[in-house]
C-alpha cells in the first residue's frame, strides 16, 4: 500500500515516496529541513486565493506559480539523495529539488480539495 501524508489522496499521482524519503534524509543528517518540506498555512491559502481570483483553473497554472515559493524550501542536495533512493538513478541537484517542489504542490492541491475548497 502507498504511504500518504496527512490530506493527501493520492488523486493526482504525486511520488509521495520521494516525499518520505527526503524527510527520512533530513532526519538522518540531522539538518532539521524535513520541517520546511510540509503543508503550509501560506501554501494553503496562496492556492485557494489564485483559484478563487481566477475561478477556473488549471493545475499547470496552480504548479507554475507555487514551483517557485516551495522550491526555495528544499535542499537540493537531501533532494537529489532522496531522489537517488527512490528511483535507483543519478540525477542533478536540481532536478530532484523540483521533482520535490512538483509532489509538495500536488499535496497541496489534494489538501484543498480534501478540505472542500477547490474542485478537481
Known sequence: MT???????????????????YWEIAKEEGKGGEKDVVLRKEDLEMVEELASRKGKIMLEEIVSASLPIVLKRIDPQIAKKAYERVH???????FAAIAIAKVIVLWIVEALEIEGKLNL
Open 3 to 21: 504511504r500518504l501524508p496527512l490530506l493527501a489522496s493520492g488523486k493526482l499521482g504525486a511520488d509521495y515516496e520521494l516525499l518520505f524519503a
Open 88 to 94: 535507483g538513478v543519478e540525477v542533478p541537484q536540481d
